[in-house]
């Protein structure tokens, strides 16, 4: 979990959720299933800032463009994601770099 001050904010000790409303490079993601790509989405259309982020942050939209993903990727999420899959998305997205907590 990152420590330290963020914009002159205290995070030290905070749970995630409060973190991600404080910290512009944390995502939070309440999705059910594939939450890897839903997170992987939604970090990138923020990064860029993308007109959709609000849609796909609120779950809306975000179906189509996840399954793309799965197919460009060819990366399976039914059985649940792990390292292997982190890194298949990380050779996708060779502009960003993934972290997840």
Same mark, same amino acid.
């Given at each position: 979990m990152p420590v330290g001050i963020g914009? $002159? @904010? *205290? @995070? *030290?000790g905070r749970p995630l959720?409060?973190?991600?409303?404080l910290k512009k490079i944390i995502v =939070?993601? *309440?999705? =059910? =299933? @594939?939450?890897l790509a839903? %997170?992987?989405i939604i970090a990138i259309? &923020?990064?860029e800032n993308d007109a959709n982020y609000t849609?796909? &942050? *609120? %779950? &809306?939209e @975000? $179906?189509?463009?996840v399954q793309t993903l799965l197919k460009e990727t060819g990366i399976d999420l039914t059985n649940i994601g792990g390292i292997p899959e982190l890194n298949c998305f990380q =050779?996708?997205?060779?502009?960003?770099k993934i972290v997840v907590y």
């Open positions: 914009y $002159g @904010i *205290k @995070i *030290k959720s409060v973190m991600a409303h =939070e993601v *309440k999705a =059910e =299933e @594939i939450c839903h %997170g992987t259309a &923020r990064v849609v796909y &942050r *609120k %779950g &809306r @975000i $179906g189509p463009v =050779e996708h997205f060779r502009d960003y």
